[in-house]
């Protein structure tokens, strides 16, 4: 599975981003979607993550009621809508993704990754 992340730039705090997600080839295997970030001298972390179905998200605290993922299947994309950003969600987003089922993946867990896009936030 290929992922091809777009949607990243800089905004000011109180902002919104829209990150986009495409995928391309063997995607009936895919199971669920993850969006994962870095911010620099840090490690990468888990932000959301969605089923391929669409049926089940879930988010790190610390973007809860900020962030929103959604899934589009004709399209073959997964959307992040980033609202209320904040300077400390400065970092590069990437997506991945799990073939086979799996409802809990850890972020090892996720077989194909996407090259990242990065998002700046400013106070």
């Known amino acids: 599975v290929q992922l091809q992340a777009s949607g990243g730039g800089l905004v000011q705090a109180g902002g919104s981003l829209r990150l986009s997600c495409a995928a391309s080839?063997?995607?009936?295997?895919?199971?669920?979607m993850g969006w994962f970030r870095q911010a620099p001298g840090k490690e990468r972390e888990f932000v959301a993550a969605?089923?391929?179905?669409?049926?089940?998200?879930s988010y790190a605290d610390s973007v809860k009621g900020r962030f929103t993922v959604s899934g589009d299947n004709a399209r073959r994309r997964v959307n992040l809508q980033m609202n209320s950003l904040k300077p400390e969600d400065t970092a590069v987003y990437y997506c991945?993704?799990?073939?086979?089922?799996?409802?809990?993946?850890?972020?090892?867990?996720?077989?194909?990754w996407g090259q990242g896009t990065q998002v700046t936030v400013s106070s």
């Open positions: 991945a993704a799990t073939r086979g089922y799996n409802p809990s993946p850890r972020q090892d867990d996720y077989d194909d």
């Open positions: 080839g063997r995607i009936f295997r895919v199971y669920k």
């Open positions: 969605i089923t391929w179905s669409g049926g089940s998200t």
